[in-house]
């Protein structure tokens, strides 16, 4: 399989496809993700973080929920002071947590990211979820909050007007929202001052959510895209029978065989092409150079991209039914299917 990403110190982020978003900004179409997925140790992932800056990340998908911002922002620190790149140069997104959408909370929250981000902005901030339902780091997925509550559009923009505030304040460059659906948004967007840039939801080729992702494109929302890869090594909470391996998938091993490159590559390439932002998680030096450095070569042709709109298989991974209220009749409901 070809691999030559270990003879090559770095990649010139400027050869890094752009997506533009409504001001006019352009990203880096690809971003690093930092969620250990309660396996890797915090030290882990910033020491990606760190090797992923030096091979030419400039993206950075990071919450407070996933317990290491503060290691994550020595690296920032560390890579402004040492003058390998400015502070404008590197994104960096964040993400308030379910238990911190009470009155005055966004901003609580987000000063305790940006003390542990070691920065004086991110540039993106999220709505991580769209209602207050939280679990405890680590749960099973059996847990359930008994406070948890279904989706409010009062609540919801109660926590979007915080977050105007905070962009307003210019401690986040630009404001997000994740995990929402059609229907919540319907419900919410006519009443937002300010829109959202970017939303942020699961994508990759077994669930491609065809309409959320167009729904967004004619908004000119931008669309991050999580677990692009199939997310292989997700908590156990979100494993379920049924569920399947992207990377398995016939018509995205067919692509790889074509390419003679990883599964995984297939899914970014596709990814990268359909138009949205994946934000690939890896600790292991030789994968995260691999996921960076394949969307700036050999791209996939016309009919592999189509061959590959055929994998979508509608298979949800992270169903989150650890956020279910009393009632509620299955993960489904979280999502208005
Ligand atoms: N907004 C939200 O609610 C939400 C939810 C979930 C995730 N996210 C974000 O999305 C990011 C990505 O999702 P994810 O981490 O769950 O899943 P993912 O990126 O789809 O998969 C990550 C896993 O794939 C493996 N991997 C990475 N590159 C590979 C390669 N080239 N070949 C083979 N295996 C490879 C990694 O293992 P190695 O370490 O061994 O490479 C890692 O365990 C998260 O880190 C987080 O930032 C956001």
Not at 11 to 22: F, G, H, M, S, T
Not at 191 to 202: D, Q, T, Y
Not at 251 to 262: D, K, L
Request: charged share 25%.
């Amino acid at each position: 399989m070809a691999d030559s990403t270990d003879s090559i110190d770095s990649i010139d982020p400027k050869l890094v496809p752009r997506a533009a978003l409504a001001s006019g900004e352009e990203i880096p179409r690809i971003g690093m993700g930092t969620f250990g997925s309660d396996k890797y140790s915090p030290a882990s992932v910033a020491a990606a973080v760190s090797g992923a800056l030096r091979y030419g990340y400039r993206l950075f998908d990071c919450a407070s929920v996933y317990g290491n911002e503060d290691l994550i922002g020595g690296v920032f620190e560390d890579a402004v002071q040492s003058g390998l790149v400015r502070r404008e140069e590197i994104l960096v997104t964040s993400k308030v947590w379910n238990d911190m959408h009470g009155k005055g909370d966004v901003l609580l929250s987000l000063a305790k990211t940006l003390r542990d981000l070691r920065l004086n902005y991110v540039d993106f901030y999220f709505v991580h979820w769209p209602f207050p339902n939280y679990h405890a780091p680590g749960c099973d997925g059996d847990t359930r909050n008994p406070d948890s509550k279904p989706f409010s559009a009062e609540h919801f923009l109660d926590v979007w007007g915080q977050m105007e505030r905070i962009q307003k304040m210019g401690l986040a460059r630009y404001i997000g929202m994740s995990n929402m659906t059609i229907p919540k948004l319907e419900a919410v967007l006519p009443r937002c001052a300010v829109p959202p840039a970017v939303i942020e939801m699961e994508l990759h080729p077994s669930f491609q959510q065809p309409d959320l992702f167009e729904y967004c494109a004619g908004r000119n929302i931008a669309v991050i895209g999580y677990c692009p890869l199939g997310s292989p090594n997700r908590p156990d909470r979100d494993k379920a029978p049924g569920d399947i391996v992207d990377t398995e998938l016939p018509e995205v091993a067919a692509v790889a065989r074509a390419h003679n490159i990883h599964p995984a590559l297939v899914c970014l390439k596709w990814a990268v092409q359909r138009g949205q932002i994946p934000i690939p998680f890896s600790a292991t030096e030789k994968n995260y150079r691999a996921n960076l450095r394949c969307v700036t070569t050999d791209p996939l042709s016309a009919a592999e991209m189509e061959a590959l709109k055929g994998a979508d298989k509608n298979c949800r991974l992270v169903k989150g039914q650890v956020f279910l209220w009393p009632g509620a009749k299955g993960w489904e409901d979280l999502w208005d299917v």
